[in-house]
């Protein structure tokens, strides 16, 4: 694709975060030929920073494949040969596993992402389509100006933009002083990232289960993927019912063992190489309004899920390209600003009902421990804000 060339000044659109939200927005936004400038705060990963380089976020479903086809990055996205994922195994309801596989999915398969490559592999799309590349944050947003620090020298300058896009996270950098932001519960996760340190043999043969697992627990719920950094294990509970000790190694072994079904998935580890966990915010998130005069957000700064939808990643796509689209629009003609901003919320209002009604309905299932604290928060009709998603 070649890249369009824009003369020096003022851009159409400013796009804060190179998340996959981000990315996509910009992507869309230079593809319609309007200067875009992608502000990156990201500080670049080396190929040796171990553990460090790993970023949580690794599920993408089926579902993800008519939305890149569309966009035109289908075919680029499969020659990363990110990993299959196959469907998932579930003790939810019951101490039995229960299997659903992707088998019959029209999509076909899901993947287990190499985010940093993933990320990196969107950001240069963008790139290709047009867009480009600052390396620094966002402080506020003031009219059309945009206060940034460079993240090079630290020093803080201004840029104009006749649109901005948030996509800054769960941060929600210029969004959250717009609009009020919703938050569904305490959720945290604290994760580790597994490397075998046993060569395969018949004993212990290499870890190649290409389907995630999920086991509630008393005060919580555990999962378990294989990645392509290793495999990795998260533990989401509500911080004030987290064990202390899982901030160590030891004691996140020591949690580990404590499963019926995701200790197994750790056969053939070492204890001793335990990474040191790291947390989290997990919690759903909801910002409204999350569009108004010269503004949106997308990503997790319009709209966070609990990772138990294994949907966060999907939807931070699908608002990413309708944020670029409805930018897109507005800079086309100011007279549809009001149209395109509604219907960019009627949008995240459609998306959002279907992830509650879904995330009330799983929580449901799970009876076995009715008076425990985080499964009591969680039953229909608790603790759940209106309108969360």
């Known amino acids: 694709m070649t890249a369009h060339v824009h003369p020096p000044g003022p851009v159409d659109a400013a ?4 998340g996959p939200a981000g990315a996509v927005a910009a992507f869309v936004l230079a593809s319609t030929g309007h200067r875009v400038l992608l502000l990156d705060e990201a500080r670049p990963s080396s190929p040796h920073a171990g553990h460090c380089a790993f970023k949580i976020g690794e599920s993408l479903p089926p579902a993800a494949r008519p939305l890149l086809r569309d966009l035109g990055l289908l075919d680029d996205f499969l020659a990363g040969e990110h990993p299959k994922s196959t469907g998932t195994y579930a003790a939810w309801g019951s101490a039995a596993l229960q299997g659903q596989s992707h088998l019959f999915d029209p999509y076909g398969h899901g993947w287990h992402l190499d ?24 402080l506020k947003r003031l ?12 020093a803080v300058t201004e840029l104009h933009s006749r649109w901005t896009v948030d996509a800054t996270g769960r941060r929600c950098v210029i969004g959250r002083r717009h609009g009020r932001r919703r938050q569904q519960d305490g959720l945290v996760a604290a994760y580790a990232v597994f490397r075998e340190h046993r060569p395969a043999d018949r004993e212990h043969p290499e870890d190649c289960e290409a389907r995630t697992l999920v086991e509630a627990a008393p005060h919580g719920w555990w999962y378990t ?18 064990d202390p000790a899982l901030r160590t190694p030891q004691g996140f072994w020591r949690g580990v063992t404590g499963t019926s079904h995701v200790r197994l998935r750790l056969e053939g580890y070492d204890p001793a190489a335990t990474p040191l966990p790291r947390w989290a915010p997990a919690h759903g998130l909801r910002l409204t309004p999350a569009a108004g005069p010269g503004w949106v957000a997308a990503g997790d700064a319009a709209l966070a ?48 009902a279907a992830y509650h009604r879904n995330h009330a309905h799983a929580y449901d299932q799970e009876r076995r421990w009715p008076l425990n604290p985080f499964w009591q928060r969680r039953r229909t009709g608790g603790t759940t804000l209106p309108g969360i998603a």
């Open 15 to 18: 796009v804060a975060g190179a």
């Open 115 to 138: 985010r940093l490559r993933f990320d990196a592999f969107l950001r240069d799309a963008a790139v290709a389509a047009g867009a480009e590349v600052r390396r620094a944050t966002v």
């Open 143 to 154: 009219g059309s100006r945009l206060i940034v620090r460079e993240r090079g020298s630290g």
């Open 225 to 242: 993927t294989r990645v392509p950094a290793g495999r990795l294990v998260a533990h989401l509970t509500d911080p004030d019912l987290a």
């Open 305 to 352: 899920f609990d990772p138990l939808s294994s949907q966060g990643i999907l939807t931070a796509l699908h608002a990413g390209a309708r944020a670029g689209q409805t930018v897109a629009a507005c800079l086309a003609d100011a007279g549809r600003t009001a149209d395109a901003l509604a219907d960019y919320t009627a949008f995240l209002d459609g998306v959002a």
